[in-house]
T-cell receptor, first 111, second 112 residues
């Protein structure tokens, strides 16, 4: 089955700096790559997604890049703010509607 | 429009007891999922249902059963709870194709 590896598991940055989280996947049939943010005690919520026909997508301070050949995709957060502190999950999905998540990255933004 | 609703929010079971976690969605989604979340392990898929009438195993199905009762409802049953099943359980649903998954608020289950 699909295997999604996510790094790093924890990340501390100074407010205003950038944060990058990387994921690799194994199933070449994967064609949808969402990122979720989970605040403490809350449910995961989608922040950005990318489909396999697109290499990069940006939404204000967050961006996602996809390299299908290398089977990896990354989340980039610029100008980080304390409210960006949370756990971030990458995920993949293919033709059978199965959604597989990475193990999560705990991001701490230090004011 | 409530989205995805899970019940209960909290539960404590004794080893060997059984229980069913309920999940319902009102977004007319075809696919529904059950995940468990443990520290450092991310969200691991237990079972999913790609459409009404079908269910498939995920990464960690042992010790669980599911029922897709109708398009709205997808339940998760623990027949004989074990301490290793102490976790936070999330139900999610998703429409057709490459679309966002919406999560319920989670169920914190403790097995003693």
């Amino acid at each position: 089955g699909e295997n999604v590896e996510q790094h790093p598991s924890t990340l501390s940055v100074q407010e205003g700096d950038s944060a990058v989280i990387k994921c690799t996947y194994s199933d070449s049939a994967s064609n949808y790559f969402p990122w979720y943010k989970q605040e403490l005690g809350k449910r995961p919520q989608l922040i950005i997604d990318i489909r396999s026909n697109v290499g990069e997508k940006k939404d204000q301070r967050i961006a996602v890049t996809l390299n299908k050949t290398a089977k990896h995709f990354s989340l980039h957060i610029t100008e980080t703010q304390p409210e960006d502190s949370a756990v971030y999950f990458c995920a993949t999905s293919g033709g059978y509607q199965k959604v597989t998540f990475g193990t999560g990255t705990k991001l701490q933004v230090i004011p | 429009n409530a989205g995805v609703t899970q019940t209960p929010k909290f539960q404590v079971l004794k080893t060997g007891q059984s229980m069913t976690l309920q999940c319902a969605q009102d977004m007319n989604h075809n696919s529904m999922y059950w995940y468990r979340q443990d520290p450092g392990m991310g969200l691991r898929l237990i079972y999913y249902s790609a459409s009404e009438g079908t269910t498939d195993k995920g990464e960690v199905p042992n010790g669980y059963n599911v029922s897709r009762l109708n398009k709205r409802e997808f339940s998760l049953r623990l027949e004989s709870a074990a301490p290793s099943q102490t976790s936070v359980y999330f139900c999610a649903s998703r429409g057709s194709g490459n679309t966002e998954a919406f999560f319920g608020q989670g169920t914190r289950l403790t097995v003693v």
